[in-house]
C-alpha cells in the first residue's frame, strides 16, 4: 500500500516537472521570439543609408515633331540664366539649376554657368558675396543628438528657397553626391547634413510631399519602406496615395509637381518594384484622367490655364483669380510643367499627337515673343517650359547649346 502511495506521488511530482520544464521552456522561447522580434523592429526603424550618387531620371522620347532642333536652340539661347549681378533670388537660382545641369557654360558675361548657380547654393562666401553680409545665411547649420545637419532658410524672402526640400531636390536632379562640400557660415559639411535635416524633418503631416518625394526618389532608390522621427512607417504606396488625394488644382502650380513626382515614382518602380500593382494601377489611371482633362480644357492655341482640372468629384472648381503675373505667366507655368511630366510618363498615359504638338508650338511661338523683361519676371515658369522641351529631343540643355555658343 505504501509503495504504491509512493509510487503516486513520484508520478505526480513527475508529471509537474515535466509541465514546470514545459512551461519554462515555452517562456523562453517566448522571451527569445520577443527580442528577436524587438531586434527586427528596431532595424526596421534604423534610417536607411542613401546612396552617394543621386539616380538619374531620363525622359522616355525623342519626338522632333514635338520641337525641331532649331527652334529648342532658339529658346534655350533666349532662356540663358542672366542672373550674375545684384542679388539672384534664391528661387530663380535652384530653377536655374535643375534646368541647366551643373555642366552648362555660357559666354554671356551676365549668365551664370552652372557651377556657379550651385556656388551660389552651396557656398556661404559667394551667397553673402551677392547678397551682402547683413542678408540672413541660406545655409543653416546645427548639431542635434552630436549629429552635423544643415538645413536652407526657406519661405523668408527672396534670399531664400521657396518651398521645402525644393533647393535638395533641385541638387539631386542635377546629380550632385552627397559627399559635396558645403561651405556654411561656422564651416564645411557634405550635402548629406541636409539630406539627413531633410529625412529627419519629413512627416505624413506635413503640406507638401513634392519635392520631399523628389529626394528620396532620388537618393533612396533602393527602398522600399522606412520610419519616420515620428515613428510613421512610410512606404511609396503611401506616398502616392497622399500625392493623389488632394484636389487636382490644389497646390503649388496648379497641382503640376504632384503629377511630375508620381511619373518619375512610376519609372523607379519599373526597375524597383516598390509599388504593389493595385496602387501603381491606381497611379496610372489617375494621370490617364489628367490627361483627359487637359486635353478637354486645352485652348485653341495649344496652351492651359490654372482651370485647367475642370469639375472635380467634389463640385465645381471655385473661381479662379489670374496668379500675380497675369494671365500669359499662369499659361506658361502650366503648359510648360505639363509638357515637363509628360515626358516621363508612360506612353498610355500621353494625350493624341496633335495636343501635344499643339501645347509645344504655343510654347515655342510665346517665347519668340517674350521681351527681355518678360523674361525675367516669368523665369522660374520658362525654366520649366524650356526643360520640358528638351526633356521632348532627350537631351540636356546644356548640350544642346554648346553648339551654338
Known amino acids: 500500500m505504501n509503495d504504491n502511495i509512493s509510487s503516486v506521488g513520484l508520478s505526480r511530482r513527475g508529471a509537474i516537472s515535466v509541465a514546470l520544464i514545459a512551461q519554462l521552456l515555452i517562456a523562453g522561447a517566448t522571451a527569445a521570439w520577443g527580442v528577436h522580434r524587438y531586434q527586427v523592429i528596431q532595424g526596421e526603424k534604423t534610417p536607411p543609408q542613401p546612396v552617394l550618387e543621386p539616380k538619374r531620371y531620363e525622359p522616355r522620347y525623342d519626338r522632333p ?24 533670388q534664391i528661387n530663380h537660382v535652384d530653377h536655374a539649376l535643375r534646368f541647366w545641369g551643373v555642366e552648362a557654360k555660357f559666354t554671356e558675361k551676365d549668365s551664370l554657368s552652372g557651377e556657379d548657380l550651385r556656388r551660389l547654393l552651396l557656398d556661404h562666401r559667394t551667397f553673402a558675396g551677392a547678397w551682402g553680409k547683413k542678408t540672413k545665411p541660406f545655409l543653416l547649420p546645427q548639431t542635434r543628438d552630436d549629429v552635423e545637419l544643415l538645413s536652407f532658410r526657406t519661405k523668408s524672402g527672396a534670399a531664400a528657397a521657396s518651398h521645402v526640400d525644393h533647393t535638395l531636390a533641385a541638387l539631386a536632379e542635377c546629380g550632385t553626391p552627397l559627399d559635396y562640400p558645403v561651405l556654411t557660415p561656422k564651416g564645411e559639411l557634405p550635402l548629406r547634413a541636409a539630406f539627413d535635416q531633410a529625412f529627419r524633418e519629413f512627416s505624413l503631416n506635413q503640406v507638401e510631399y513634392e519635392w520631399s518625394s523628389l529626394v528620396f526618389l532620388h537618393y533612396l532608390p533602393h527602398t522600399a519602406s522606412w520610419f519616420t522621427t515620428e515613428g510613421q512607417c512610410v512606404t511609396w504606396d503611401l506616398l502616392a496615395e497622399r500625392m493623389m488625394r488632394q484636389r487636382l488644382a490644389h497646390g503649388v502650380c496648379y497641382g503640376q509637381h504632384r503629377l511630375h513626382a ?23 489611371s489617375h494621370l490617364k484622367n489628367v490627361t483627359t482633362r487637359l486635353v478637354a480644357a486645352q485652348h485653341e492655341d495649344g496652351s492651359w490655364d490654372g482651370r485647367w482640372p475642370g469639375d ?87 548640350e544642346v547649346i554648346r553648339e551654338k555658343l
Open 65 to 88: 515633331e514635338v520641337v525641331s532642333d532649331e527652334q529648342l536652340q532658339r529658346v534655350l539661347l533666349k532662356l540663358q540664366p542672366r542672373l550674375r549681378g545684384g542679388k539672384p
Open 262 to 284: 508620381l511619373t518619375l515614382l512610376l519609372i523607379a518602380d519599373e526597375e524597383h518594384h516598390w509599388l504593389s500593382s493595385e496602387t501603381r494601377q491606381r497611379v496610372i
Open 312 to 398: 472635380e468629384s467634389d463640385g465645381p472648381q471655385a473661381e479662379q483669380v489670374v496668379g500675380p503675373l497675369g494671365s500669359t505667366a499662369d499659361r506658361l507655368l502650366v503648359t510648360g510643367h505639363t509638357l515637363e511630366w509628360w515626358a516621363f510618363a508612360p506612353a498610355e498615359v500621353l494625350p493624341p499627337d496633335e495636343n501635344l504638338i499643339r501645347a509645344s508650338q504655343w510654347l515655342v511661338k510665346t517665347i519668340d515673343e517674350l521681351s527681355e523683361s518678360d523674361i525675367r519676371r516669368y523665369y522660374t515658369f520658362l525654366t520649366h517650359a524650356g526643360r520640358s522641351l528638351s526633356l521632348w529631343r532627350n537631351l540636356r540643355p546644356a
